[in-house]
């Protein structure tokens, strides 16, 4: 016999997943951030995370 709740930790093919590809520094300070659906694979999501990434904007006077 399963045990009570077994149900409920099934995987169901028609469940809707998500991926977060993150870009942080040594310090685990993030950088940028892409969602994707599950099902695509992390190399496709490369550039896209590359894309978010934003160059530090300089301070003080030129």
Do not use: C, N, W, Y
Not at 4 to 10: E, V
Not at 12 to 17: F, I, Q
Not at 36 to 59: H, Y
Request: glycine share 6%; aromatic share 4%; hydrophobic share 40%.
């Amino acid at each position: 016999m399963p045990a009570a709740g077994a149900a409920d930790r099934r995987v169901r093919p028609s469940a809707v997943t998500t991926k977060i590809h993150l870009l942080a520094d040594s310090r685990r300070k993030r950088l940028a951030f892409v969602t994707s659906p599950g099902q695509r694979g992390d190399a496709r999501m490369f550039e896209p995370v590359m894309d978010a990434l934003r160059p530090p904007r300089a301070t003080g006077r030129p």
